[in-house]
């Protein structure tokens, strides 16, 4: 690739200078927990925070997708919460069902999204409304079906979360890894890669010149619902039941890593990269924390603090541009 | 009144106003004039405080004077009304006239019924009355732009910046302002007047100086000027020099597209005609017409409730843009920030965005070669661009152009549907985009050119359809290619609204 850029002398590799607010925010937060507590920089603790990191980085992954093509997914918390009640409510008296589950859910997850993204295009309603209502229903629904964590799964099903490849690389952290590396690879080399990012920036343009924009905001919707069912699968095999509020805080919890990975709200222009960059970010972050003993309500000023930050020096290098 | 020496303002890699001098008195209506980039405005924000200029000094009632922001120049009796006009729909007339400094009761509330008397009383001032308590978005824009001007009365405004103030309203709209305008400098105050309407310029400017490219033209007594010579010195060169030697299709040519009986609700009523290969043939007509629409319909961007289109030969009748660009036909939308240039990604992928296709191997998009073929159309249209990784929103317009031009040739070789090609761009980029369109016309294409800009018209195309209200209403070929008879089929029937 570096031979035909006949314009300037090839270098190897150069960092995306979008990414540089989060590489230097999680550099800092890594000197501080390896300065702070010693129990903070073992390989030990770097694993555990990689499986832990990785319903966030399902969730987020989705929401970034979404995101990227000029939508927002408000549902993504009810939809984890729904994959683990549907999954474990069904494999519990039927644990044959255990593998075809895991991708009936998927697809469950998948399907919502579809039917998000459906009818955002169909009705024009704004995608905040639509996926609201989403979560609305589903949240209702799941809370007539029960109202206490429920159902079960076989006992190999854990090994998702808590499973070790070689005793040390958590199964879980390295599938989130995967499906980071997947996305980013299908966003940067493959056509409908290069459509998501026109839609979102500019849909007409995009129309315009022959990209079917609906098909992608579709493919984006349906994403993020299957990547929030994945975490939903996660959360199952790590509590081995399904819970009917578990998804409560992923919503929001969802968007922090895309922000904080300099995607912009509204579409069309971002890194996947920042994304799993902003996960590790949060997740490094309040594991540091914990061990320094602070509350978790202190944690959320201190993130809140954070995203204020890292946005508005976004928006600064914006304007400067 | 005011009086600028040698004002240099730069951007970031751009000279915007190159040792420029401009004075303007009191009791004078100045009209300041010239093309798109010419720093018209940039001149203008640099007299309200709103920029401050690397070099020049600015003499403002007698005194030099440095803004430092625009509340001192403001305060200092200037006053600006921009194109988009500043008001707030949702408030009273009178609200609106003196939203920066309400009249008070004795309570330090706002003293509603002085403020309505003296609103009313503003407004007689230009001759004009609006009862004060009407919300500003139940007025037309003419009165809107009453208020806008009303409110610069309020305060002691010595200067007034009219920006293109006709851009949004009609004629008979239009006399009115230049009749409010002028009682307003016969009451001594200075108005600098925007336009780029020269028949405007001719009915209400005492003197006109013109920019150009960042550069200070001169200045004159509009009785020492005509059209010719007032265009002479915004483009810089004889109408001649512009446009290049038009060439009719060759005589055996086979229409590349035919359109019968067209219709797309509400705008396009009923439209036919044919293009033929090699053909640079105009669709003129005035705003909102609906020759936008008849491009959209053709190219399937709008839906068509009726209506029959041939292209190459073939049937093309259930169209969306994919199947319309994978056959040949490819269009070059009016407004190229919103509809046609994808301002996040870079250049490169803005030519490609058509054809990516090309450019996918079993491995994925092959972005080596995608680099390389906008390197090419950057050689090709000579786009000022650093490379092909660059963004495309901060090009000036004609660069941008280009590069639409880079991404339609590359993938549409039959027919091209150009609509505004020129719209924002300067004037040198103009003769080079009409000297590419003339090109792509001699390779063959057929090329349909939408423009509101007569003189673009009369001077590129070899044959021009006249469209009103949704219908085409004239072709004329020819020597019969004139503004007057364009316009004659353009107003044909609607001689109150128009002209």
Known sequence: ?321 | MIRLDGITKVFPGVKSLDKVSFEARAGEIHALLGENGAGKSTLIKTMAGAYIPEEGSIHFDGQERRWASPKEAKDAGIHIIYQELMLFPELTVAENIFIGDPPKTRFGTIDYKTMQARATETLSRLGHALDPRALVKELSVADQQMVEIAKALVGDTKLLVLDEPTAVISGREAELLFDRVKRLRDEGVCIIYISHRLEEIFAIADRVTVLKDGQYVGTRDIGALDRDRLVAMMVGRELEDIFPRKKLPAPDAAPVLSVRDLRAPPRVKDVSFDLFAGEILGLAGLVGAGRSEVAHAIFGSMPRSDGAVTLAGEAFNTPTPRQAIDRGLGFLTEDRKGEGLMLQLDMAANVTAPTLPEFTTASGLDRAQEVQAAADEIRRFRIAIPGPKYGVSQLSGGNQQKILFGRWTRACRRVLIHDEPTRGVDVGAKVEIYEIIRKLADEGVGILVISSELPEVVGLCTRVLVMREGVITGEVTGAEINEETIMRHATAATRGAAA
């Open chain 1, 1 to 321: 690739m570096a031979l035909t850029d006949t314009n300037r002398p090839a270098r190897r590799w150069r960092l995306d200078p979008s990414l540089i607010i989060v590489v230097l925010l999680l550099a800092a937060v890594v000197i501080a927990g390896f300065a702070l507590s010693d129990r903070f920089g073992t390989t030990r603790n770097f694993m555990n925070v990689l499986e832990q990191a990785s319903a966030l980085g399902f969730a987020s992954l989705g929401q970034a997708l979404v995101v990227l093509v000029g939508g927002i997914d408000l549902s993504i918390g009810a939809v984890v919460t729904a994959s683990t009640v549907l999954m474990a409510g069904v494999v519990e008296t039927n644990p044959a069902l255990m593998i075809p589950m895991i991708f009936g859910t998927l697809l469950f997850g998948a399907a919502i999204g579809f039917m998000n993204g459906y009818v955002t295009l169909r009705t024009g309603v704004h995608p905040l409304i639509v996926t609201l209502g989403t979560a609305s229903i589903l949240q209702g629904a799941v809370l007539i079906y029960t109202l206490q964590p429920t159902g079960g799964v076989p006992f190999w099903f854990e090994e998702f979360a808590y499973g070790r490849i070689g005793g040390v690389v958590p199964i879980s952290g390295v599938v989130m890894l995967l499906c980071f590396a997947l996305v980013w690879a299908f966003l940067k080399y493959s056509q409908t890669g290069r459509a998501i990012y026109a839609v979102g920036g500019s849909p007409e343009a995009a129309r315009l010149t022959g990209i079917r924009a609906s098909r992608i905001t579709l493919l984006a919707y349906s994403a993020s619902g299957f990547f929030a069912a994945l975490a939903g699968a996660y959360y199952v095999s790590r509590t081995g039941v399904g819970d009917p509020r578990v998804g409560d805080p992923m919503t929001l919890a969802s968007i922090t890593p895309v922000i904080l990975g300099g995607l912009i709200l509204g579409g069309g222009k971002g890194n996947i990269l920042g994304v799993l960059l902003g996960v590790f970010l949060i997740s490094l972050l309040s594991n540091l924390l914990n061990y320094m003993n602070v509350s978790t309500f202190i944690q959320w000023v201190i993130q809140g603090l954070i995203i204020i930050f890292a946005v508005s020096i976004y928006v600064h290098k914006g304007k400067k541009l």
